[in-house]
């Protein structure tokens, strides 16, 4: 007979503790539904102020090497420097594009917050490119012995790849909008 029937709680015989008949007879062939908890958000707002600060520095990067004459360790640093001497000659080219960079970047880092899915892969392809670039740029400043200009484009470069890290992390995915277990 379903559901199964226990026998009536016994009455106390005195004043301890009420005893109770036990725990319920398991079926082993039935399981309770899992449980799914809605995951966290802050991963996804974690990535977008890191994206924001990557922006940040990039526009640092720029405004201090606008004139061309500033700190040799910011304009190492500038996204494009390397191929500005092959492109235009001067460092214009390298302003232009460090400042498209970040303008990009803090715009969609802004629409990160509204955690929308293909955004995230938006600025996984950013940081990866510019991850890559500054790469490339480490390599060329020790091969042409300007090492010693390398620590601005170091610290960059381990900025923009720790926010493309986080960014395709499984928690991010999870923290999107529209996120659901699968089935």
């Known amino acids: 007979m379903y559901p199964p029937q226990y026998d009536p709680m016994p009455q106390r015989q005195d004043d301890s503790w009420p005893t109770y008949p036990g725990p319920a007879p398991y079926d082993p062939g039935w399981a309770p539904p899992p449980v799914y908890y809605r995951p966290s958000t802050a991963p996804a707002y974690a990535t977008a102020v890191i994206f924001g600060a990557c922006s940040l520095l990039s526009f640092v ?3 201090a090497s606008w004139s061309g004459t500033g700190n040799l360790h910011f304009m190492a640093a500038v996204i494009g420097v390397v191929f500005s001497d092959k492109l235009t000659g001067n460092i214009d080219f390298g302003i232009s594009a460090t400042m498209t960079v970040a303008c990009s ?14 955004v995230r892969w938006i600025l996984v392809a950013i940081g990866a490119i510019v991850s890559v670039y500054y790469l490339v740029a ?3 400043l020790v091969a042409h012995e300007a090492a010693r200009y390398a620590s601005v484009a170091l610290l960059a470069l ?3 790849s720790a926010a493309t890290v986080i960014a395709v992390l499984p928690a991010t995915a999870k923290a999107m909008r529209g996120w659901s277990p699968a089935r």
Do not use: K, S
């Open 158 to 160: 381990f900025l923009w």
């Open 105 to 118: 970047t803090l715009t969609f880092a802004a629409l990160l917050t509204t955690r929308l899915g293909f």
């Open 138 to 140: 480490l390599v060329y």
């Open 61 to 63: 990067l720029a405004v």
